[in-house]
């Protein structure tokens, strides 16, 4: 037998066969393949009828199938309305009716017409779009990205702000000086921003800086590795006073449509605040555009996780998208610095007056109330605190570089609650005394200086930064205690009077980065390191604040010999430029127009030469960049829409009348 020798050994069963009956297992294999056979007649009958049902009985299936030359398609059937009736009353069954049926072949009809259209359609447009090059493809492909990207951005933007009354805006514009001389030279003072700015304009638009002599974009690391366009937000208030206002509205349009702030860029969150929120809001308040406002809230948001610490001292640093904060690596043990957590608090007050939201104002007010229960060694106030023990880094004090605007902040929180906020005064009266009875001496020569405590030694040096304290001194001698007005006025003169001779004693007649008073120097810098000047607007800040208090005209006479020292040295083809050495006669430059050359230093020129009902001193207060932010009176407070749960008691002032009047 063959058919079980095929089979593998293993797996062999032979039955025993009896004699004579060998015909029979050969009978019963024959049957078997007969039975096979006509099983699979009987499956192919009835896949063929089922498939054939399928494709052949009529108007039976959902679908029905048609060519069009290209690949099948199907069409949905339309079924009639449920329950619908014929005429004669019986109930429509699909297929049954002439009238059904010719609607049907129509429907079907219209459809191929429509599907033929669209594919000639968009084989035409297929044929164009390959008669373009790769740069126009690339330039669609892009277009059509962008499309997308402010869909997304409508459609997941922030939520609307509350509606919250407008501080009167005062004196914003004009300030026509009235004598023609003073107006001749304002005119020079913009038109040295116009030569800024159209050369920002043209090389470095979008960048935070530019180099004017490179004449492309530049940037540092305090904004990060992204372009936040820098110098276009810190530049809108300047402009606006100025009357540019087209230059005004390219900027306006630039931040609509490109300022971003979901980016992987880590950012000092001192110089963003300052430069860009109050950018922003001065913007806002002057032009009256609700785009700064939105814009500053949008970046206010982005800093908060920078306060996330033991302590709620905030990191010098915060990466915009993750929201990680860390300090400067060179700060002392890893330290925050004093006047940058410290200058925070005219622009949070705003950001809460304006939102509803107190968390702001709550950040800034632990800061203060932190610094309060704290130990001063000498009264003073040491540059660096540590975000995660609570402890004074290293016992380094200056009212200069890392010390400056937290004193400058503590003036203008009074200033600008309509001097309600006395707690700031005290504090800012007292860190003054202290500074007086240590840091402030006399040289030699009878000038007047602000020296630096550096673990209870007085470094007899002066940083041009420091040189904005004469304007400080001026603007806080109105509510001195025990009468000390008139003292604090003479102070600050005198400390304008030195830092102008810091400027005449160098040959480019502009003020060196520090100068020393000890040795038989005074007023000059010593270590080439302190030679160069960057744009600095703070002599120029005192000169202006010592004009509108004293009409002194030496002030403007001192101003213009600056204005005209940086027309004449710093002016380049490609904008404005810092120099590396005023004690020379043929400095180099440093290739850098810093954006607070346009936010500062021209609009106080600017100021200097105008009238003083321009950003009168009664409506408006200047942050450290020199953006104004107007004063939030008790009308203010009583005029917002607000309830206790939403903003702390310094600004509901008024609120609980208001509410006993409705």
């Known amino acids: 037998m063959t058919t079980p020798a095929l089979l593998p050994l293993s797996g062999r069963r032979i039955p025993n066969l009896s004699p004579g009956a060998s015909s029979f297992p050969h009978h019963r294999a024959t049957l078997r393949l007969s039975e096979k056979f006509i099983l699979l007649l009987i499956l192919s009958a009835f896949i063929t009828l089922c498939f054939g049902a399928f494709f052949f009985l009529p108007d039976n299936s959902k679908h029905k199938r048609f060519d069009l030359g ?8 339309i079924e009639a309305p449920k329950g619908a009736k014929h005429p004669g009353g019986q109930v429509v069954i699909h297929g049954q009716g002439g009238h059904d049926e010719h ?8 459809l191929r017409h429509k599907i033929r259209a669209d594919h000639e359609r968009a084989l035409q447009e297929a044929k164009e779009k390959l008669k373009k090059s790769r740069d126009e493809l690339r330039a669609e492909i892009q277009t059509e990205k962008s499309k997308v990207v402010q869909e997304l951005k409508k459609k997941d933007g922030p939520k609307p702000l509350p509606p919250v009354p407008m501080p ?28 800024a700015w159209d050369s920002y304009r043209q090389y470095g638009w979008g960048h935070n800086e530019l180099k004017p002599l490179a004449k492309k974009g530049h940037s540092t690391n305090i904004f990060g590795n992204s372009q936040m366009g820098a110098t276009i937000v810190d530049a809108l208030d300047t ?28 950012v000092s969150v001192f110089e963003v605040n300052i430069r860009f929120i109050g950018g922003l809001l001065a913007a806002y308040y002057l032009s009256g555009q609700e785009v700064f406002k939105v814009k500053a809230v949008q970046l206010a948001e982005k800093l908060l996780p920078a306060f996330n610490t033991p302590t709620g001292i905030p990191w010098a640093m915060v990466n915009l998208k993750s929201g990680v904060g860390r300090n400067w690596g060179w700060a002392s043990a890893g330290s925050s610095i004093l006047a940058e957590f410290g200058t925070l608090h005219m622009e949070f007050v705003h950001l809460t007056y304006l939102t509803g939201n107190p968390a702001y104002y709550q950040k800034v007010m632990h800061i203060r109330k932190l610094l309060a229960k704290m130990d001063r060694p000498n009264g003073l106030y040491p540059n660096y605190l540590n975000p995660r023990t609570g402890r004074w880094g290293q016992h380094h004090t200056s009212v200069g570089g890392l010390g400056d605007s937290f004193y400058e902040y503590l003036l203008k929180a009074w200033l600008m609650s309509d001097r309600t906020d006395t707690e700031a005064r005290k504090t800012y009266d007292d860190a003054i005394e202290a500074i007086e009875r240590h840091l402030i001496r006399k040289s030699n020569g009878g000038l007047t200086f602000i020296g630096e405590w550096k673990n209870g030694h007085l470094e007899r040096k002066m940083g041009h930064l420091t040189c904005f304290a004469g304007g400080m001194f001026a603007l806080g001698a109105d509510g001195s205690p025990d009468d000390k007005a008139g003292h604090y006025l003479q102070l ?31 007023a000059v810098a010593v270590r080439q390191n302190e030679k160069y000047y960057i744009l600095r607007p703070e002599v120029i800040e005192t000169y202006w604040y010592m004009w509108r208090f004293t009409h002194d005209p030496k002030y403007r006479q001192w101003g213009w010999e600056a204005a005209q020292a940086i027309d004449k040295y710093c002016r380049v083809s490609g904008g404005f430029s810092g120099v590396k050495d005023v004690y020379s006669s043929n400095p180099t430059y440093d290739d850098v127009q810093q954006s607070f050359f346009l936010a500062e230093t021209l609009k106080y020129l600017y100021l200097l030469f105008s009238s003083d009902d321009l950003m009168p001193l009664e409506s408006w207060v200047f942050n450290t960049e020199a953006h104004p932010l107007p004063l939030i009176t008790d009308r203010h407070r009583s005029e917002r829409e607000c309830t206790e749960s939403e903003l702390p008691d310094s600004l509901l002032k008024g609120c609980a009348s208001d509410r006993q009047n409705i």
């Open 168 to 195: 009167k805006v005062v004196g914003v514009n004009d300030g026509d000086p009235g004598e023609p001389d003073v107006k001749e030279k304002r005119d020079k003072i913009r038109e040295m921003m116009k030569h």
């Open 103 to 110: 609607r049907h072949r129509e429907e079907e009809e219209s």
């Open 70 to 77: 290209l690949e099948d398609v199907l069409i949905p059937h």
């Open 492 to 522: 600050g003169a005198e400390i304008a009077h030195t830092c102008h001779e810091s400027y005449d004693r160098t040959v480019l007649k502009l003020g060196p980065e520090a100068f020393k008073f000890d040795s038989g120097l005074e």
């Open 239 to 266: 402009l606006y006073m100025m009357g540019l206002h087209d230059e005004f509205k390219d900027g306006q349009e630039w931040i609509e449509h490109n300022l971003d702030f979901s980016v992987n860029a880590e």
